[in-house]
């Protein structure tokens, strides 16, 4: 077991961990933040994402100890006032199903508008591949970060 | 429970509903004063059990609104809510009914509570059976607030209206919100159900039928706690539970002693478990202090199973190529099949295959146990019948039902799994031993392995067309799943079903395949499999016929022989609708093709178009329209997601196959049992009907109709005719 110091959504959080023990693990059952959800384990439905200095990160499969000193957001750090356009876009879209991956889905949003503030169709589809889910909501998605965009133009342009 | 899902399903898919049906039970109202003030509302039944209820029904009346001293109401949503969207809907009847502003309405989950009746979630019957409850809740607390005023400005009660949360006499000018009036309302009689204005039709609402987002939404986009997975608990440990990995083995010898020196582990041991498959499993608990201490320790494990059956799919398959060449058991033969498809001017034949699949919630099966001092269990789960849950934990514990309390989470994914328990007797067990509170948590390796899949089946079926280019025999034989004599649970298929009562001549027999592999209902079990087997053979029919698709099936749902299997009009009036929408008849373009497809079950009319673009054997569905007829819409967004969602599912799950080897599931993660990602998603178009019919439910039947009404645009843009599923095994890639 060795000590991890993490930032984790602004603050600075130690855990003792093994070494291999995914960031997934560390967040969920040693800082009770329970918003990061497990899926799969092998990276490949994309419920745990978090964002690691900005980009989608897959908690599953990352050890906790290779992300020390960076920055991580997870979704219950990202813009808890709800004031974020993502998350505006998925209220009004209404989104979830079951929500289970939405968690996930919003922080993949986010890091595709920040790169690419007008994506497209095809762009969407692209960035957003890697996030399951089994609901079935990928037309509200798709909506959704449309939606985000012209609110986040909106916003920069008042 | 398991045979009594199947029948019920049987019964809701030949039970055509009327329009506005009255009251058919005597419900009474309850009335009474919380501690705190708030005018509490329930509503009770007499003299009836709750229709189609999973079981028992209830004398006591349940809780549904209290009218709160700060304005607000708070609503009670008895329902587990797995993403169908109930926690939102059910609610909204009840405020329509208060005529109260729906931002002022708090909803409160129920925990598993005997006054509630029914509170499970499958078959769709959700919002059928909630509609008339949760009007009479809402009107009934109406009206007591309307006396209420009333009484209080001496005029009559039938001048006083209702708007926002405040009752109005016009022309005295005066008004009062109902926080104001509960004290007053608490004293005055409580009203018979007759005097209630319950509205029905889609022309009485305000509130129902318009886009409404879910409740848990703002929890959501925050990652706060809601789910089975999020409970907490003070000293709470993390368990799994290891079971053999061909069904129903059991352990001989494992190193249990090993694993629990492992680091963080604070137990290991044999669970010696029983034989049912939907029950407690022989296997090995691991309980640590983490779950990923318990994953590693897992490693360490060295399990001796005995294994009890070596179950293949090689096996299935050899033995349904077997069964085809029978004739099978008839279970349904009306008019002459043989004679008729002998004077028939063309028979068409053909053979259809689908495969096992997995629910794959994406959640994995979890649920959270602690047992009191005072030996009550009290249980925090995702379950889609927490009452089956509790039987099943009483049963296996020997624990008094009156000892365990279930707490409802939100479900991360249910489509039918969640009707098991199996994970809850396990952790239920776990926490007696280890006398902390427990989660266990699966893998998703576990989930995947220890399913109870959506049973395969091969369906042999021939069509006699006559000189009018009508279908003049159809005969089918099915070759299924069962065991001792019965078709295992998810494998049945109702006599009741169409093409029964459509064609003059129709014959159904069955075979079966010894199964010793845990099956079960899988969203709108049954139906999404056979519907994509006679809409794609329609499609064939209609073809041979020189006939247009929607022209033949038209007139298919034109006349009955004997009693129709479903309500042919409103059947019609879906495919005409989502025919018009995408603009049947028109060409598509270069590349391109339309498929149709109708069905009916759990109540609802669906039926989809979906345009696939076409190159070589790559394809991509762009687009589905769909015509629904559900009744009147409850939550516009609700029902939308819900066709939208099912029909992602239903392209998902036929790109997929579940298979066995020696008694196990082959698949195990998503690397070899991928569900379908964003860009494979076809944007979906939903006209829904708004007749006055009651309401039904949407979270099975867009699903059924969706795969055949693709497969056949695929046969349309590609000239490749789909009968095998996954897809793939046709040469199509998507």
């Not at chain 1, 040693?30 to 900005?54: A, E, F, W």
């Not at chain 2, 009007?135 to 607390?141: E, F, M, Q, S």
């Not at chain 2, 020196?261 to 983490?290: N, R, Y």
Request: charged share 20%; net charge negative.
């Amino acid at each position: 077991m060795s000590q991890v110091s993490l930032k984790i959504n602004g603050q600075e959080h130690t855990v003792d961990v093994s070494p291999d023990t995914p960031l997934l693990w560390a967040l969920r059952d040693q800082l009770n933040m329970v918003g990061t959800k497990y899926g799969c384990g092998i990276g490949l439905c994309g419920s745990c994402t978090v964002l690691v200095d900005g980009e989608p990160t897959r908690s599953c499969t990352m050890p906790a100890t290779a992300v020390e000193g960076m920055e991580i957001t997870t979704i219950e750090g990202f813009h808890p006032e709800g004031g974020h356009p993502v998350q505006i876009a998925w209220q009004e879209e209404d989104v979830a199903q079951c929500g289970y991956c939405q968690g996930g889905q919003i922080l993949s949003a986010a890091a595709l508008l920040e790169k690419n503030p007008d994506p497209s169709k095809e762009d969407i589809d692209q960035a957003m591949a890697g996030n399951i889910c089994r609901c079935g909501t990928y037309p509200r998605i798709r909506k959704a970060v449309q939606l985000a965009a012209k609110y986040a133009a909106d916003g920069d342009e008042s | 429970m398991k045979d009594r899902t199947q029948k019920n399903r049987g019964r809701s898919s030949s039970a055509t509903p009327t329009p506005s049906a009255g009251i058919s039970r005597r419900a009474f109202l309850k009335v009474s004063m919380a501690a705190s003030g708030a005018l509490v509302v329930g509503v009770g039944w007499s003299g009836l059990a709750l229709a189609e209820g999973l079981e028992g029904s209830t004398w006591e009346p349940n809780l549904y609104v209290r009218i709160n001293r700060d304005g607000t109401v708070t609503i009670v949503s008895k329902n587990p809510e797995a993403g169908q969207g109930v926690k939102t809907a059910f609610p909204m009847v009840v405020a329509e009914h208060l005529e109260v502003d729906w931002k002022t309405v708090q909803v409160e989950q129920a925990p598993l509570d005997d006054r509630y009746g029914r509170q499970a979630i499958g078959g769709s019957r959700g919002t059928p059976d909630g509609w008339d409850d949760l009007r009479i809740a809402g009107a009934g607390a109406l009206f007591l607030l309307n006396r209420a005023a009333a009484g209080q400005w001496g005029v009559p009660a039938a001048e006083c209206t209702a708007k926002s949360g405040v009752i109005h006499h016009e022309a005295s000018g005066q008004s009062a919100p109902y926080n104001t009036l509960l004290d007053a309302a608490a004293e005055l009689p409580v009203p018979e159900v007759g005097q209630l204005k319950l509205k029905t039709r889609p022309a009485e609402f305000k509130l129902l039928g318009k886009f409404v987002p879910g409740v848990d939404n703002a929890k959501i986009i925050h990652g706060k706690p809601l789910f089975g997975c999020d409970v907490r608990k003070e000293g709470m440990l993390y368990a799994q539970f290891v079971k053999c990995p061909s069904f129903g083995g059991r352990v001989r010898k494992a190193n249990v002693d090993t694993v629990a020196k492992q680091p963080g582990i604070t137990h290991a041991f044999v669970v010696e478990g029983g034989d049912d498959l939907t029950g407690l499993m022989p296997g090995i608990a691991i309980v640590g202090e983490t779950w990923w201490a318990v994953t590693k320790a897992r490693e360490t494990l060295k399990v001796d199973w005995e294994h009890t059956q070596s179950d293949s799919s090689e096996a299935y398959e050899k033995e349904a190529a077997k069964l085809a060449q029978g004739d099978g058991e008839t279970q349904r033969h009306d008019g002459d099949v043989e004679k008729a498809l002998e004077s028939a001017e063309k028979v068409i034949e053909a053979s259809y295959y689908y495969p096992f699949v997995s629910h794959a919630n994406l959640e994995p099966q979890v649920a959270t146990a602690l047992f009191h001092e005072s030996g009550k269990l009290e249980m925090w789960a995702p379950s889609q019948n927490p009452r089956g849950a509790r039987r099943l934990i009483s049963d296996t514990l020997g624990l008094p039902q009156d000892n365990i309390h279930i707490n409802l989470e939100r479900i991360g994914g249910g489509f039918g799994r969640r009707l098991r328990h199996d994970y809850m007797v396990e952790v239920a067990w776990i926490a007696r031993v280890v006398k902390r509170p427990v989660q266990i948590q699966w893998t998703r390796e576990d989930d995947m392995q220890h399913g109870f899949n959506r049973p395969a089946a091969w369906h042999h079926l021939r069509a006699g067309i006559g000189s009018d280019g009508r279908m003049s025999a159809f005969d089918h034989h099915f070759v299924t799943f069962g065991k001792d004599g019965e078709a295992v649970s998810g494998a049945g298929l109702s006599p009741k079903q169409y093409p029964a009562g459509l064609v003059p001549n129709f014959r159904l027999r069955q075979s079966m395949i010894e199964c010793n592999v845990p099956t079960g209902p899988w969203r709108s079990p049954g139906h999404s499999a056979w519907c994509w087997v006679y809409q794609s053979f329609f499609d064939e029919v209609a073809l041979a016929a020189e006939r247009d698709q929607l022209e033949f099936r038209l007139d298919l749902l034109s006349k009955s022989y004997g009693e129709p299997p479903l309500d042919l009009a409103r059947t019609a009036g879906t495919l005409k609708k989502a025919a018009q929408a995408a603009g049947w008849g028109r060409d598509p373009g270069p590349g391109r093709g339309l498929g149709m497809a109708f069905h009916y079950d759990h109540g609802s009319f669906v039926s989809h178009v979906a345009q696939v673009a076409a190159q070589g054997n790559r394809i991509k569905v762009e687009k589905v329209w769909s015509g629904i007829d559900a009744g009147p819409v409850i939550n516009l967004s609700g029902a939308t997601n819900q066709v939208e969602g099912a029909i992602v599912d239903a392209f998902s799950t036929s790109q997929l196959e579940l298979t066995f080897k020696d008694g196990a599931t082959e698949q195990s993660n998503f690397h070899d049992y991928m569900l379908a990602t964003i860009d494979q998603a076809p944007e979906v178009e939903c006209h829904f009907i708004q007749s006055d019919f009651p309401p039904m439910g949407l979270g099975e039947p867009p699903m059924a109709p969706a795969p055949p009404a693709i497969t056949n645009a695929i046969f349309a843009a590609t000239g490749v005719r789909i009968r095998e599923q996954p897809w793939r095994k046709a040469g199509i890639v998507v």
